[in-house]
């Protein structure tokens, strides 16, 4: 369960305090999608690095799984961080030095429960899931954009991440590019039912969540409830 509890974020500017998330609440559990929307500088980004124990909040909680990151050291932080989160951004991000296996195999470097052999064959697993069972040992030069992120997918989910993060994952693909890894990311949603928030500025990509959250203003509102209903109300799906 991610649980967010009036969650705050400003920073201090010489007019005084800028606020970019305001009094932020509402809970995902395991199996849970949903796409986040809003116009450029809303604080979309701001509240997924919030939530990946990126960066501390102002004010408010964040728990996964009943725990706060923010509660924890900095040490505990990156190992927490490694073991229940997983990144997909815009750009992919990928070492272009490495091969595609060698890409997805990345975050298990820095600490593994289940040993090289048994993450090698799940790497192996999760880039056939993708379609790229036969790319292994290319360099990301030698992918199409599509596939490049397809491979950020794989390295994202490979330490089996209790929270999947994406921002932006389709923004820089063609439309069928696009497609595809959108119905990647849902098809693996499924599968591995983690919790999975999406930032998209893609009416396509959010209308294939069930759930879609707006923020304005500081201030997210699950889409059609009610303007009138108060910003730290509980989002049930």
Excluded: W
Excluded at 66 to 92: K, W
Excluded at 125 to 134: F, I, P, R, Y
Excluded at 209 to 214: A, G, K, S, T, Y
């Amino acid at each position: 369960m991610l649980e967010v509890s009036h969650l705050g974020k400003s920073y201090a500017t010489p007019r005084g305090p800028l606020t970019i998330l305001d009094g932020v609440t509402f809970t995902l559990a395991a199996g849970e999608a949903a796409a986040v929307m809003g116009p450029s500088g809303s604080g979309k980004s701001t509240l997924l690095y919030i939530l990946g124990a990126l960066e501390p909040p102002s004010t408010g909680v964040v728990t996964l799984g009943g725990r706060n990151p923010y509660d924890l050291s900095p040490p505990e932080v990156a190992r927490f961080r490694n073991a229940e989160i997983g990144f997909v951004f815009q750009d992919h991000c990928l070492l272009p030095q490495c091969s595609v296996i060698e890409n997805v195999l990345v975050p298990t470097l820095v600490a593994s429960a289940r040993g090289a052999q048994d993450d090698l064959a799940y790497a192996r697993t999760l880039l056939e899931q993708v379609g790229l069972a036969d790319r292994l040992e290319h360099r990301p030069g030698q992918l199409s954009g599509g596939e490049r992120q397809r491979v950020a997918l794989a390295r994202a989910l490979i330490r089996r991440p209790r929270l999947l993060l994406c921002d932006e994952p389709t923004g820089n693909l063609d439309a069928d590019s696009a497609s595809m890894v959108a119905s990647l990311l849902l098809d693996l949603h499924r599968r591995h039912q983690n919790i999975l928030m999406v930032v998209t500025h893609s009416l396509e990509l959010a209308g294939r969540l069930p759930i879609r959250f707006d923020l304005a203003r500081g201030r997210l509102r699950r889409a059609g409830a009610p303007d009138r209903a108060p910003a730290a109300a509980r989002l049930e799906p």
